[in-house]
């Protein structure tokens, strides 16, 4: 920054006074009995920079109960509407899971990712364009190699699949959020204070 304000000073001073106080917390990762497959969460804001009318899109993997794989990125791209920011970053997503797949697989964790792969995501236009070739009309102008997307959906590497808004845990990747949603929303990422575990001998 060239000119750096007073206000840049506040929200660089809150950043670091956060860091601070997290200094302790990690992801807390559990073994479960079953039903332990990789899923993922994908989402995206619309335009949010109210400069350059860019979004910003998230995704989270999760594996043992915590977080594994996580991503938080402006589009280099405008575009022009909410589904299709949604479609162009699950795209992206997929194929983070697809390497994730390739990786948990060479591990010799086959059970956790074998078969279909959900991804949560909280706009059913985007879901019904990954499904559906024909909604051309709203599609024509997405770029090609987002449509990679389609191609997994229909050999069912992964599937999209709707959660409400109130279920996205993406919204702490995407969106400025009320302290209480934020904590909650750190607890489902599985952060916790490492300090205050407890430890089974």
């Known amino acids: ?118 991804i949560m995501c909280d706009n059913s236009s985007a879901i019904k364009l990954s499904k559906n070739p024909v909604m051309h009309g709203r599609s024509k102008h997405i770029d090609v190699r987002f449509h990679f997307l389609r191609e997994l959906a229909r050999n069912g590497t992964i599937e999209l699949e709707h959660c409400g808004t109130g279920e996205q845990i993406e919204d702490i990747m995407t969106k400025p959020i009320k302290l209480e949603t934020f904590q909650l929303l750190c607890s489902r990422l599985c952060l916790v204070n490492g300090t205050e575990l407890e430890f089974e001998s």
């Open 1 to 118: 920054m060239d000119k750096p304000t007073r206000l840049n000073m506040l929200a660089t001073k809150r950043v670091l006074r956060y860091l601070k106080g997290t200094q302790k917390y990690g992801i807390l990762y559990k073994r479960q009995e079953e039903g332990d497959c990789l899923l993922g969460y994908t989402d995206s804001d619309n335009a949010g920079d109210l400069d350059d009318r860019k979004s910003t899109s998230g995704y989270n993997f999760f594996l043992a109960g915590g977080a594994i794989s996580w991503s938080s990125k402006k589009k280099l791209v405008v575009t022009l509407s909410t589904t299709e920011v949604e479609f162009v970053f699950a795209s992206f997503c997929a194929a983070q899971c697809v390497w994730l797949k390739r990786i948990v697989t060479q591990m010799g964790w086959l059970e956790c990712v074998e078969g279909t792969t959900k």
